[in-house]
């Protein structure tokens, strides 16, 4: 009898150790388990939207320290050189050209969404208006510089020489009706510039920076089929890295979608 009331207890106790256990919630990792990344940004909208995956990666356990960065070249030279795990400021083409030139070994994980480039102007209301000898500034980058380019091109502005693509420089200009000049600057200066040319191409991020609203007051802009994707850039062979695919997740999920379209308004568009 005192085996079986032995026995009775010793289940009584395991059951309530079980139930204990399982009314318990999975704690949250602690600071000495989490992991941290480091990733580069421009302002507006690259560390923006890296706010906001934030908090969804302190839940899995990873600390994103976002690092903000104004310019197009240290970016990339600082993920090559491990000072920082990724970045987010840039398209395809300029980091294919950009890693080309420099014998990077980057790549990139995911696609989050695509800035149209547009012209503005402080000076001329419809670009019908535009005289003759008027001042064009643009991306004094090979890569934004050909894309600017480009759209002047589809605006009527100039004509491009066959095929110049995304590779285009001031020398492929086949023809330019109105002898418009123009004025190669840095991306970031653009906005600042506006008094003084008649017109700018200006990437979304610093157009946005200068409260400037892309659906509203640029007088053209690239169509939302841009192959101009901007992405997370990476180290090849980082791309399996748990923290670095659950960055790609975040950055690609319902959440980034909605803040995107809701934060911009059509001014910057989701690419997944």
Do not use: W
């Not at 000072?83 to 014998?103: C, G, M, V």
């Not at 017109?199 to 610093?206: G, M, P, R, S």
């Not at 319902?254 to 995107?260: L, M, N, R, S, Y």
């Amino acid at each position: 009898m005192k085996k079986f009331t032995l026995l009775v207890i010793i289940a009584v106790l395991a059951l309530s150790a079980f139930i204990t256990g399982c009314g318990k919630s999975t704690p949250a990792p602690s600071a000495a388990d989490k992991k941290t990344i480091k990733v580069g940004a421009t302002a507006v909208p690259h560390a923006e939207i890296l706010n906001v995956v934030k908090p969804i990666l302190e839940k899995e356990g990873i600390n994103l320290v976002i690092v903000e960065m104004s310019d197009y070249v240290r970016p990339n030279m600082a993920v090559a050189e491990k000072e920082l795990d990724a970045n987010f400021f840039q398209h395809i083409p300029y980091l294919t050209k950009f890693s080309a030139e420099r014998n990077l070994d980057l790549t990139y994980t995911a696609a989050v969404h695509i800035e149209p480039m547009g012209i503005y102007s402080k000076k001329v209301k419809n670009l019908n208006d535009l005289e003759n000898g008027a001042s064009i500034g643009i991306p004094n980058d090979p890569t934004n510089g050909g894309r600017a380019l480009a759209l002047l091109a589809k605006a009527g502005i100039i004509k491009l020489k066959d095929g110049a693509g995304v590779t285009a420089t001031i020398s492929d200009i086949t023809d330019n009706p109105k002898s418009v000049k123009i004025r190669e600057l840095e991306a970031a200066q653009l906005p600042r510039s506006l008094d003084d040319l008649t017109l700018a191409v200006i990437n979304t991020n610093y157009a946005l920076e200068a409260k400037l609203v892309p659906s509203k007051d640029a007088l053209f802009t690239e169509q939302k089929d841009s192959p101009y994707v901007n992405i997370l850039t990476v180290r090849k062979g980082d791309e399996n890295r748990p923290e670095i695919q659950k960055l790609t997740k975040a950055l690609t999920s319902e959440e980034v979608k909605k803040f995107i379209n809701e934060k911009y308004q059509g001014a910057i568009v989701p690419a997944f």
